[in-house]
């Protein structure tokens, strides 16, 4: 049996090189409103690996390059006072394509607690299939 790994990316200067102009989150302001960002990439990294989560459930938007999920995904995650349901949302680039180090590549993109929002607006829905599309499209360039 094998394990998968993954690479977790929290950085927000790297988040915002990857995306480039445009980018409509500032992952820098949203993890100042975690107060235990440790016990935040625990949590998250336990929600990514649920053998009961099946990776398609969470999907905002996906694409499948050489058999590999290259996805968009919301997870709901505690915030250590309530339960998921009253928690932090969090919007990942799950990318099992491009990997570092043979790991799975979960790029932390947005936070926000479920008191602001409970979901994404439509125009940021609109930004992640655009760059979902971008991703796929440098994919086919380099083949």
Same mark, same amino acid.
């Given at each position: 049996?094998?394990f998968?790994k ?6 927000? #200067?790297?988040?915002?090189?990857? %995306?480039? &102009?445009? %980018?409509?989150?500032? /992952?820098?302001?949203?993890?100042? &409103? /975690? &107060?235990?960002?440790?016990?935040f ?11 009961? =989560?099946?990776? +398609? ?6 694409i499948?390059? &050489? ?5 968009? *995904? $919301?997870?709901? !995650? ?6 998921k #349901?009253?928690?932090?949302?969090? /919007?990942?680039?799950?990318?099992? %394509? @491009? +990997?570092?180090?043979? =790991?799975?590549?979960?790029m932390? /993109? @947005?936070?926000? #607690?479920?008191?602001?929002s409970?979901?994404? $607006? +439509?125009?940021?829905?609109?930004y !992640?299939?655009?760059?979902? $599309? *971008?991703?796929?499209? #440098?994919? !086919? *360039?380099?083949?």
């Open positions: 049996m094998s998968v993954y690479k977790l990316i929290i950085d927000a #200067s790297t988040i915002n090189a990857f %995306f480039g &102009e445009g %980018f409509p989150f500032n /992952i820098r302001k949203d993890l100042k &409103e /975690i &107060e235990d960002i440790d016990d990439k625990k949590n998250l990294l336990e929600a990514v690996a649920c053998p009961d =989560c099946p990776p +398609q459930r969470c999907c905002i938007s996906k499948y390059v &050489e058999n590999k999920l290259i996805a968009f *995904k $919301k997870y709901r !995650l505690t915030d250590g006072k309530k339960g #349901s009253g928690g932090y949302r969090c /919007i990942v680039l799950y990318d099992e %394509f @491009h +990997q570092l180090d043979d =790991c799975v590549i979960v932390v /993109i @947005h936070v926000f #607690s479920k008191k602001i409970d979901d994404l $607006k +439509q125009k940021e829905k609109n !992640l299939n655009m760059a979902l $599309k *971008k991703i796929e499209d #440098s994919i !086919l *360039k380099e083949e």
